[in-house]
Structures are given as structure tokens and as C-alpha cells.
């Protein structure tokens, strides 16, 4: 039996693109894509959830990944979910799931310059709160 394994994130970029090349010239970039949720409590007051996503971007599209997107940044992450172990330096095993992008869309043009066609790299930005740690592996160079 087949399924479906598709993940579609629209949010902001918590930190820049770290981004590797690894044996063979291959890129591999890491994001870190915060997404928000809004709404009223029964007592009438506003509450707010943020989630963090971790995302894998290879090749051509990391590299671009790496070049175009910073914090900040509103971008459109598209692929499928994927979970991962390893052994840490104390011999527990670690699992850790992430988002293996195939599609990445730049979004937000950012400061009016900006949208007006100048060149710029003014981008706003939204804090979230602290952004976890992530998890190490050989696998991935991060």
C-alpha cells in the first residue's frame, strides 16, 4: 500500500540559511520557517502558537536558498516529511524530523524600495521567540 507524504509551509525564516557544500560538491542548506496561529480564548483573550519547522534544501535550489533568503524573510516550502536517527556522543539514540524541500518559493518583497524594483536586501523581520536547537547528525552537515 502507497501513501501520500506531502508537507506545504508558508512562513518566515527564523535565522539565515546555513548552507554546506558536502563530499562531491553537493549543497545541502538548512532552514529554520516559523508558522503562526491566532485566536480568542473562551475568556476572550488573544492567543498566539508559533511552530518550527526544520527544512532540507540540496543542490542548485539550496545554493539559491543560501543567496537570496535571510531572517526574516517570507518564503513557500513544498516537499515531504522525513525523520531521521543517529547516535549522539553519549550513545542515545536521536531522532529528529524535517521537511525535505523540492520546492522553494521566495515571498514578500520586502521593503518598498524593494517592490519598486531598486535593489536591496531590506527585508522585515518578525521575532518569534527562541528558535530550538537543532539536533546533529552525521548524515547532514550541520
Known sequence: MSGVNKVIVVGRLGADPELKTITGGNNVARL???TSE???DKQGQKQERTEWHRVVVWGKLAELCGKYLVKGRQCYVEGR???RSWEDPQGQKRYTTEIVANTVQFLGGG???ASSGQAGNEFPTQEFGP???FDNSDEIPF
Do not use: F
Request: glycine residues 0%; negative net charge.
Open 38 to 40: 491566532n485566536w480568542t
Open 131 to 133: 528558535e530550538p536547537a
Open 32 to 34: 529554520s520557517i516559523a
Open 81 to 83: 516529511l522525513q525523520t
Open 111 to 113: 521593503s518598498p524600495s
